[in-house]
């Protein structure tokens, strides 16, 4: 029955994701065609920034809130508790929305004239109704994952097709910002709504929860879990830092066309990625049991993994470096040749990344997650050193070539250095079947 449970929901937010990436790539290509490089470079940025504000104000509280609030004996604190860390992440969302528009503007004023002067707070500001996602974990967690998946993967199809419809009559960067802002006001609301209608008692017997309110907070049961959940925060900005930085350094240093050829290749390259985070958490049972009969099935079953998944992304690379000026012309037209040279690099990225889904779940299982943050934090210093070394030189072929080598270090090569990992890669490499087996 579990077994079913997980499948199931597997299957919902696999839909959900593929939907969601598919329609960013649409829109990427329609964008590229119908206002060209430098606006698919302005809507780029913004929504880099969009991606930093995430882990920002998610406090790495997801997870974290519904594993304290089963532990809890007491309904009232376990709804308290819940409801303590949306008023957190509700609040955080606007201070971190206010804080992400100052560095913005900074950075870039010549952003803040027209109608994206407007769209860009607007934004930045509904981005803070994610704190009711909260509600969605706890959904989760009593068993209704099918109809929250659905409701998103809903929302994104009616905010797709209504940024495509405002393309063709001739809208332009600003309405597609304001629509996004709407859709993650929506997700928020739906969800929350969602909860409303579908929770079930904490306590079967009991009533159900009151609507949230802010004031049932409490800074006595939300400290120690903010506390707890630091080590998940940071390692979220961290991760995306190393994801997002090199559109946002390129629309700093060079320009917003320069920024817009670089999305248009990096969109196509990372579209793949979709795969080995979806096939890594598929198999993540089968290497959890593997470890528990052994080391050696174990590794044996792991590196039958990391072969998989290597080849197929070698494959892909392969596939997609011989494509890429077919693939590229096709898709965005002449104006974007340049992106040809940095998907051939950029896609290599691939190979260390598919393998760092099996290898994040590795230092999981061996409880060496430290490790994960230590690695990606150097990643992220290694992508923007880098950067600021190549991009003054190479352009966005400088930008590629940092993505490479900070992903390959920060996703393989890290292993070599820390005596446990290099260890452990031995036992990898040595492992053999028994006879018995």
Known sequence: MLKKILVARATAMLGDRLVKLLAAAVLTIFVARVLGASELGIYSIVMA?????VPLTSMGLNNNVVRRMVQQQDAQQAMTLLYSAVTVRLALGLFGG????????????DMFRGNTAVAIPVLFLLQSFFGLLLFEFYLNYQGTFRSTAYLKTTITLFSFA??????????GIASLLLITGIEFMLVGMGQYLLYRYKQQPFIPGEARWPPYHPRWFSAAQITPLLKRSSWLWLSGIVAVVYLKIDIIMLGAMTSTEQAGVYAAASRLSELWYVFPATLATRYYPDMLKAYQQGLTPYYLKLRRFALLFFSAAFSIALLMTLAAPWLISLLFGDDFSAAIAVLRIHIWAGCFIFVRYLISQHLVITEQEPLSLLSHGVGALLNIGLNLWLIPTMGILGAAWATLVSYAFASFFFLFIFASTRKQLWQLITARKTGHH
């Not at 206010?98 to 004023?109: H, K, N, V």
């Open 162 to 171: 209504a940024k495509l419809a405002l393309l063709y009559s001739g809208f």
């Open 49 to 53: 920034w969009s991606a930093f504000l």
């Open 98 to 109: 206010s804080l992400m528009l100052l560095g913005f503007y900074l950075l870039y004023p």
